[in-house]
């Protein structure tokens, strides 16, 4: 399993950002898929979740500004990161559960002020 991160980059505080994450190796369309991210000196944290059939979770930090969403004919995720904050600054994983625990290598969204 591979999981490929891309999109991210500085981005003014109020801009926005779309994350990628490009799977390969995996029954894509029925696994459940998950966006974290990791800001220095702070512990991994869930942003959003989307299920094999599109059910969307998202964490309370970034309800209303971020969307999950996926392609299964791509085998491709997605995060639409709108209204950026400086404290969305983190690296960005992507994340699924494919007879293991499969991660990206993260992505860097820095949020300048």
């Known amino acids: 399993v591979q999981l490929q991160a891309s999109g991210g980059g500085l981005v003014q505080a109020g801009g926005s950002l779309r994350l990628a994450c490009a799977a390969s190796?995996?029954?894509?369309?029925?696994?459940?898929m998950n966006w974290y991210r990791q800001a220095p000196g702070k512990e991994r944290e869930l942003v959003a979740t989307?299920?094999?059939?599109?059910?969307?979770n998202y964490a309370d930090s970034v309800k209303g500004r971020f969307t999950i969403s996926r392609d299964n004919a791509r085998r491709t995720m997605y995060l639409q990161m709108n209204s950026l904050k400086p404290e969305d600054t983190a690296v960005y994983y992507c994340?699924?559960?494919?007879?293991?625990?499969?991660w990206g290598q993260g992505t860097q969204v820095t949020v300048s002020s």
């Open positions: 994340n699924g559960w494919y007879y293991r625990d499969n």
């Open positions: 190796g995996m029954n894509f369309k029925i696994t459940t």
């Open positions: 989307i299920t094999s059939d599109g059910n969307t």
